[in-house]
């Protein structure tokens, strides 16, 4: 499952992004970028949405994902992940190295995503 949300974002596919997700997901990322620090939870939408206007403005986007574990308690999976992103935007190219934390639950008989939390820190190299 979390492959498949991979290639739906490699894709630039928002659909299979979205479809992936429960409606009521609860997104949290933790940001470090340039000194500053911030907390931002979005809603599945908005999180749709940054993700479609990131598709916009960045380019030459790779990604990479090491160390993932998962492990199961009460009916939920629970996988962790280091996240390795590449983009270039306006020439400047950037880095973000981040740990994912992702809960998925069946729900009506479908893996769904139903807590994202990331810790994010992006530099320009």
Do not use: C, H
């Amino acid at each position: 499952m979390i492959s498949d949300v991979e290639r739906a974002v490699e894709a630039k596919d928002i659909k299979g992004v979205a479809d992936a997700f429960s409606d009521d997901v609860e997104i949290v990322r933790y940001v470090e970028l340039r000194g500053k620090k911030w907390s931002e939870k979005q809603s599945k939408e908005e999180y749709l949405q940054m993700l479609t206007k990131g598709w916009k403005i960045f380019s030459d986007y790779k990604f990479a994902r090491s160390n993932t574990s998962i492990s199961i308690k009460n009916g939920e999976a629970f996988v962790t992940s280091n996240i390795e992103e590449y983009v270039r935007f306006q020439q400047q190219r950037m880095k973000s190295t981040s740990q994912q934390e992702v809960t998925v639950e069946v729900i009506r008989g479908k893996p769904l995503i139903i807590k994202m939390v990331s810790y994010v820190k992006a530099e320009d190299i």
